[in-house]
Structure formats: structure tokens, C-alpha cells
């Protein structure tokens, strides 16, 4: 297995990384270091793991830089400035992952093009790069690391992490509200990327049995799931077993929708654990006696007045929180949602998925009369129901399905617009990053009660 290499001059530029890579190292999870004098190079079979074997996009970011690029040319070499005669910094393997801080224009690339991508380690021409969308997990190597409430350092820290913590990263996102940094966004809340990556790198792609273990549910896992209500703060953690990360908290209270039971370490007379769907925490693990079923989400038996000729449309019902889709005229799948809060309401009416994104990103710079600010990079299985910006979508930074959190959207859980995103129209090929549609080639939304 292929880890990162550092573009490192010497043992004291990489003395940072290389405690926190023996750390995980003196843990038993075969993590390899080396300072070698090139660029970083992230394991495409870990990555694969990670995202189910999901292709990355082929086009850089309608909204522009910072993004996650990967490389997809064999002979890349990274160069001082925007120009094939400058002098190298370093060549970068193919499959190779590196955060693209600008946009330049520079002397023409290998495909004749002028436009260049500048990184922390220096330029790579467009040709060779595209973005990548999909999450991907990595390890935490070094001690108290701080995850922010927003990508901005006042928003203040939700947590302090620890090296042999996981996350699962979801992309980058710019500093917020004068914050001048670029920042890893993750499931668990933004983390800066600081200057001087990678030799001051935080979070890294190690491949151990943590990392590897919680990876996102492949989406036909929605239909075979069933609704559960945390009965006490729970631990979510990637393995079915104490010793493994905690990846984040579910509060006492709140819904969580079981995809499996597996067997694990004995806890409380049990050895049964629940592997969880959810917003922050698809894939991982709670155990059983913290989760009890809850009230399966009724379906809405709404209708269009004129229904399409193929008997399939989605019914959302604000008042049950719950999304419905009939296909040939029949229910088919029913789950909790989370709407609009109060004041920026899902709107009522009759709609139909006329965009559809595998990942888009969703950022108030869009949005001309925002409440507040965000940037959230990647959102997946985005489909647009209504001009404005409101879209079905699954939802990485929260779990508070079956309640109001969005500010209009339909929030789904990560494995179940994943399963939604491949049953509605238009459909997208395999090579298809977006798709838009009229109405009649689109599947109808009606949003009731």
C-alpha cells in the first residue's frame, strides 16, 4: 500500500509529521514515513476504499479555488512557477491528491492551454489535474488538534482532537468572514489547513483498520434500514469494539437509522452492534443498547393531480418529516427527512428534479440574501427541485433527521440520497458529474402539508 511521501529538505522540516506518523506507527497500524524529496502521494486503493470505488469529477469547481485535486497524468512534475521550463520542484505519481489554493495563467501546458493550478508546493498545468469530490477518511497525527464550528478561527472549537482519531473529509473551504486561512472541511466540523502543508500536515491517509473500517454504506444498504432513538448520549465509533476512535456523539433523543447488526466486544451483556446511517457518521458503528426502534416513517399517500406516465414521484410530507417515493404507482421507499426551519421553510407546491449533481457545493457566496455564512463543499446527491437553491440532498454536517435544521432544503441521510440520487430523473451515466433537465424529463416533487 502506497502512503504519503514528503516533499521534505531535511529531518527538522519533517520532525512534526514524523512523531505523529511514529505514534500511529508504535500503535500497530503499519504506517509507512519516508522524507524523500517529493510530493505527496495519497494511496488511490486506500482512497478507493474509502469511496466505494466512486470516480472523481473531471472538472475543476464552478465556484473556484480552494478545492481537493488529483492528479491524472503518469509523468506530472510540480514546477517553481506557471511555466514548463521552470525550474522542478518535485515530480507527483498519478492518483495523487493536493489542495489547489489558486487559479493562474501562465506559458501554454501540454494540452496548449495557459491556465495553471497553484498548490502549496508549487504549479501543476490544468491538463493534469482534476477535482476530486468524493469524502475519504484519514487518521489524526498529532495531539489536540481543534475542529471549528465554521471555517473561520472565532467560530469557536466543537472539539479537540488527538493523534489515532479518525475523520472523514469532505473537501476545502475558504476562510469565512475575514478568515485568511484555507480549512479541511469534515463531517465533524472544519479543521485549518495550515501553512506549511505538508510537512505540517494534521490528518493523514495512514490505511489503518480504523480508517479503512468506517467507510460509507453502498446505497441499496437504504432500503434494508430501519429507524432507531438514541435512549442516552451514545459514543459513535468506526469499529464495533471500545478500543476503536470515537468518531463523534449522538445525542439522547435523536434518530438514527440502523443499516445492520454485527457482532463486536461485549459491552453491557451484548456484543451486538448497530452499523448507523446518518449525516456525520455513515458507515460507523453504536452499540445496541443504546439505540431503540422507533416509529417507522409513514408514508404519504399525496399525489400529483396529473401523474406522470411512469407512475414515479416523491411526496414530501412537512408535517410527517418524511419523504415518500412511489414508483409504477406503488411506495417504494419511505424515510425521515429534516426541512426548513422557521423562517426559511420548505416551500409547498408541485416541483421536479430538474439538476442533478453527484457533488455540488453549496456556499452563501451564492446566496445574496443569506442569514449567515457557510461553505459546504461536496454536498452529495444534490438534486434541484425549485430555482433559489432548494434540492434533496444528503447531509454531512448534521443528524437531526425527523426535525427541522435546513434552510429550505430536504436534508436525507448520506445512504439514502445516495439510493434516492440513482431512482429519480434524469439519470446520469457513469461518466456524468451533473445533469439538467425540463419538467417532463425530470421526476415530480410534491411538498404538502
Not at 67 to 75: E, H, K, P, S
Not at 177 to 204: F, S
Not at 269 to 287: E, K, L, P, Q
Not at 307 to 329: Q, S
Amino acid at each position: 500500500m502506497r502512503t504519503f511521501v514528503l516533499p521534505c529538505s531535511g529531518d527538522g522540516e519533517c520532525a512534526g509529521i514524523r512523531r505523529g506518523v511514529r505514534r500511529a506507527a508504535d500503535r500497530g497500524r503499519g504506517v509507512r514515513q519516508a522524507c524523500l524529496g517529493r510530493l505527496v502521494v495519497m494511496a488511490l486503493a486506500t482512497l478507493l476504499a474509502a469511496l466505494g470505488g466512486a470516480a472523481p469529477a473531471a472538472e475543476a469547481n464552478r465556484f473556484g479555488p480552494p478545492w481537493l485535486g488529483i492528479v491524472t497524468a503518469d509523468d506530472a512534475v510540480v514546477l517553481s512557477r506557471p511555466a514548463l521550463d521552470a525550474p522542478p520542484v518535485g515530480p507527483v505519481e498519478k492518483d495523487a491528491l493536493l489542495p489547489v489554493l489558486g487559479v493562474v495563467w501562465g506559458d501554454p501546458g501540454p494540452d496548449g492551454q495557459t491556465t495553471w493550478y497553484r498548490t502549496p508546493v508549487g504549479y501543476l498545468p490544468s491538463a493534469v489535474v482534476r477535482e476530486q469530490r468524493a469524502p475519504w477518511t484519514a487518521e489524526i497525527v498529532r495531539d489536540d488538534v481543534p475542529v471549528f464550528n465554521k471555517p473561520n478561527g472565532r467560530s469557536g472549537a466543537r472539539r479537540h482532537l488527538r493523534a489515532g482519531d479518525v475523520v472523514r473529509v469532505t473537501g476545502l473551504s475558504p476562510g469565512l468572514d475575514g478568515d485568511p486561512y484555507v480549512w479541511w472541511a469534515t463531517t465533524e466540523g472544519w479543521i485549518r489547513l495550515e501553512p506549511g502543508w505538508p510537512a505540517t500536515a494534521v490528518l493523514w491517509p495512514t490505511g489503518s483498520p480504523y480508517t479503512t473500517a468506517w467507510d460509507l454504506p453502498a446505497p441499496e444498504e437504504a432500503a434494508r434500514g430501519w429507524w432507531g432513538q438514541v435512549v442516552e448520549g451514545a459514543n459513535v465509533r468506526a469499529a464495533a469494539t471500545t478500543e476503536s476512535p470515537i468518531v463523534g456523539r449522538l445525542a439522547a433523543g435523536q434518530l438514527v437509522k440502523v443499516l445492520g447488526e454485527e457482532q463486536g466486544e461485549h459491552v453491557r451483556g451484548s456484543a451486538a452492534w448497530y452499523r448507523v446511517d446518518g449525516g456525520r457518521y455513515a458507515g460507523a458503528r453504536v452499540h445496541s443498547s443504546l439505540v431503540r426502534p422507533f416509529a417507522p416513517p409513514r408514508p404519504s399517500l399525496a399525489r400529483p393531480s396529473r401523474p406522470p406516465a411512469d407512475g414515479t414521484w416523491i411526496t414530501i410530507d412537512r408535517r410527517l418529516a418524511t419523504l415518500t417515493l412511489v414508483r409504477a404507482g406503488a411506495i417504494a421507499f419511505v424515510t425521515y427527512v429534516s426541512l426548513g426551519t422557521a423562517g426559511t421553510s420548505t416551500p409547498a407546491g408541485l416541483y421536479s428534479t430538474f439538476g442533478k449533481f453527484r457533488y455540488d457545493d453549496m456556499t452563501s457566496a451564492s446566496v445574496p440574501d443569506a442569514q449567515h455564512s457557510y461553505d459546504l463543499p461536496n454536498v452529495p446527491s444534490t438534486q434541484y427541485f425549485r430555482a433559489g437553491g432548494y434540492a434533496i440532498h444528503g447531509t454531512y454536517w448534521h443528524d437531526d433527521f425527523g426535525a427541522v435544521h435546513s434552510l429550505g432544503c430536504v436534508n436525507l441521510t448520506l445512504t439514502d440520497s445516495a439510493y434516492l440520487f440513482a431512482l429519480t430523473r434524469p439519470a446520469l451515466r457513469p461518466e456524468d458529474d451533473l445533469r439538467w433537465s425540463a419538467a417532463a424529463g425530470a421526476t415530480p416533487v410534491l411538498i404538502v402539508n
